[in-house]
């Protein structure tokens, strides 16, 4: 059953990565006003999968989705002082454009990161499923 589920969430992990390769694309022909209406769209949508996410982790019952709801808001608080903090290094730096490109570079060192992570814990999920299965069939 739990690599159905991964199954299900990795395709949505495709659609997304392939949204984000178009968007990329999209930014290199897009004029700068059209760019920030998008800026202001994905923020929007960040807010929204944000929200949503935390509500659902919040209606479920299982301790781990508590742990994990508290865990989510604190690394929100904390996201949230980062990029206050890093606004004002980039607002003082003498290369802003560089120090924006950076810090992209690196979310998506991170991102990709996460996603090794995602697949470490789906891999753990389904032996944890197996072995479930296979005790299952060794009491029946």
């Known amino acids: ?4 589920i991964m199954s299900v969430k990795l395709c949505e992990l495709d659609e997304r990565i392939a949204r984000l390769h178009s968007r990329v694309r999209l930014t290199e022909t897009t004029d700068t006003a059209a760019l920030r209406r998008e800026v202001k769209s994905l923020e929007r949508q960040c807010a929204e999968t944000a929200l949503t996410l935390g509500q659902k982790l919040s ?3 299982s301790a781990i989705a508590g ?11 904390r996201m949230d002082g980062m990029r206050r903090r890093l606004a004002g290094i980039i607002a003082r730096s003498e290369a802003p454009a560089e120090e924006e490109t950076l810090l992209a570079e690196y979310a998506l060192d991170f991102a990709l990161l996460a996603a090794d992570r995602a697949l470490l814990l789906s ?3 389904i ?3 197996r072995d479930a299965e296979r005790e299952e069939r060794k009491l029946s």
């Open 1 to 4: 059953m739990s690599h159905e």
């Open 59 to 61: 209606y479920t019952r």
């Open 67 to 77: 742990e994990l709801c508290e865990t989510y808001e604190t690394a929100e608080n």
């Open 123 to 125: 891999m753990k999920a």
């Open 127 to 129: 032996c944890a499923q």
